[in-house]
């Protein structure tokens, strides 16, 4: 890979799963859920997330250090998912995550936080230093003092205490589009199983392209 890919852990439901076709008809690799409404909307506002894929992070994009490679990526990921046992966390919802849609937990568990932060600590030896540019896209004008110390520490302000598990649907929406998007969405996943993580995904990216699955690890306990 070249100096610009950049790797992420992901959560990625299995592909045969009912949440996979509910992520693919979302993002536009399937027929488009719902009434016209809200197939106008997915349309217009889904560009955006569909260059990350239907996921939840775990541990957001990073280039490798110049010492790493992606065999040690695949070798570390392949150790947090090395006899561990599926991760209940329940039922979904849809819901406004500031201006944009996702589907997050109804009661996210502890150890789901507590999985997320091992991922964290687990690859970031892996990380190289944040860019100027890096750091400058997250923003950190906009962060509290914790979210740039974090930024600093992690190359990501959403990490520990601020995580959210979310497994994004839209780009960002109008106040308008979110009124109509919400109950229409909220229908469509009415009828999702309960989630359970079973695995984890690492995915790169080349340059600008979307990102793309490398190898989907399931748990092993």
């Known amino acids: 890979m070249d100096d610009l890919a950049r790797y992420a852990l992901y959560f990625t439901p299995a592909p045969s799963s009912a949440l996979a076709a509910f992520g693919d008809a979302i993002l536009g690799a399937g027929p488009a859920p719902g009434p016209d409404a809200l197939r106008a909307i997915l349309a217009a506002n889904t560009a955006e997330p569909r260059v990350y894929g239907f996921h939840a992070t775990l541990k957001a994009p990073m280039r490798l250090a ?38 997050v937990p109804e009661a996210p568990p502890p150890s789901l936080g507590l999985f997320a932060a091992e991922c964290v600590c687990a690859l970031d030896p892996l990380r190289a230093p944040l860019t100027p540019s890096e750091r400058a896209r997250r ?22 205490e601020t995580f959210r598990f979310h497994m994004t649907l839209t780009g960002r929406l109008a106040p308008e589009e979110r009124a109509t998007a919400l109950p229409l969405l909220a229908e469509a996943a009415a009828d999702l199983p309960d989630l359970v993580i079973d695995a984890v995904s690492v995915v790169v990216q080349d340059g600008t392209a979307p990102f793309r699955l490398l190898r989907r690890l399931p748990f092993s306990p």
């Open 139 to 160: 923003h950190p004008e906009r962060l509290d003092p914790r979210g740039r110390a974090l930024l600093e520490r992690w190359g990501y302000p959403h990490v520990f």
């Open 66 to 103: 110049p010492d790493a490679t992606e065999a040690d990526l695949l070798h570390a990921a392949a150790a947090l998912a090395a006899h561990r046992s599926p991760l209940p966390v329940g039922p979904l919802r849809v819901a406004a995550l500031g201006d944009f849609m996702a589907l």
